[in-house]
T-cell receptor
Framework: EAQVTQNPRYLITVTGKKLTVTCSQNMNHEYMSWYRQDPGLGLRQIYY???????DKGDVPEGYKVSRKEKRNFPLILESPSPNQTSLYFCASSLFQGDQRDGYTFGSGTRLTVV | RKEVEQDPGPFNVPEGATVAFNCTYS??????FFWYRQDCRKEPKLLMSVYSSGNEDGRFTAQLNRASQYISLLIRDSKLSDSATYLC?????????????FGAGTRLFVKA
């Protein structure tokens, strides 16, 4: 089944404790992206990757890191989480950037709480 | 002003009703347009792309008006299962690079 897999689904952590949210897709998509979703603000892009070893900042990159060593994986790293990073996070992929036919496929989301 | 604006709703309609959502975008360099559906606490899923000529998929019709910079989604014969949040999405290019912008969504409740 074609899918984007995110882990974990839920995470409660403490301020300053490094964490990684994993994202993997099995569709050979070139483009991958991370979003956070907060009430009333919609989805905001954190980082994106056009292909292996090619990453760039989105609208809200502060406090996050990413890497794209393999085509299928695009982990999101929070080196020192803070409470304002409490949010619902989605990983998404598409065949290429701006694919109009198929759009994005999203992972199931990670609900992160930083206390 | 947000680049993509939607009426947050909620829209409360009875089963069988026709409901329309509008979405406006501010950047004329916008290139492609979509409607996504998001159920509560779930991931967004592509509902349909929006083409200049308008397009229809069963009970759903999407329209694009480039001159007025708005996109619409019409749902006919609403079902209980249509209850969800509908996200307007715009892709744009330009000197700042390619960008995908999500609206904050319009909530729909369909009641029996």
């Amino acid at each position: 089944e074609a899918q984007v897999t995110q882990n974990p689904r839920y995470l409660i952590t403490v301020t300053g404790k490094k964490l990684t949210v994993t994202c993997s897709q099995n569709m050979n998509h070139e483009y991958m992206s991370w979003y956070r979703q907060d009430p009333g603000l919609g989805l905001r892009q954190i980082y994106y990757s056009m292909n292996v070893e090619v990453t760039d900042k989105g609208d809200v990159p502060e406090g996050y890191k990413v890497s794209r060593k393999e085509k299928r994986n695009f982990p999101l790293i929070l080196e020192s989480p803070s409470p304002n990073q409490t949010s619902l996070y989605f990983c998404a992929s598409s065949l290429f950037q701006g694919d109009q036919r198929d759009g994005y496929t999203f992972g199931s989301g990670t609900r992160l709480t930083v206390v | 002003r947000k680049e993509v604006e939607q009426d947050p709703g909620p829209f409360n309609v009875p089963e069988g009703a026709t409901v329309a959502f509008n979405c406006t975008y501010s950047n004329s360099a916008s290139q492609s347009f979509f409607w996504y559906r998001q159920d509560c606490r779930k991931e967004p899923k592509l509902l349909m792309s929006v083409y200049s000529s308008g397009n229809e998929d069963g009970r759903f019709t999407a329209q694009l008006n480039r001159a007025s910079q708005y996109i619409s989604l019409l749902i006919r014969d609403s079902k209980l299962s249509d209850s969800a949040t509908y996200l307007c999405v715009v892709n744009k290019g330009g000197t700042g690079g390619f960008k995908t912008i999500f609206g904050a969504g319009t909530r729909l409740f369909v009641k029996a």
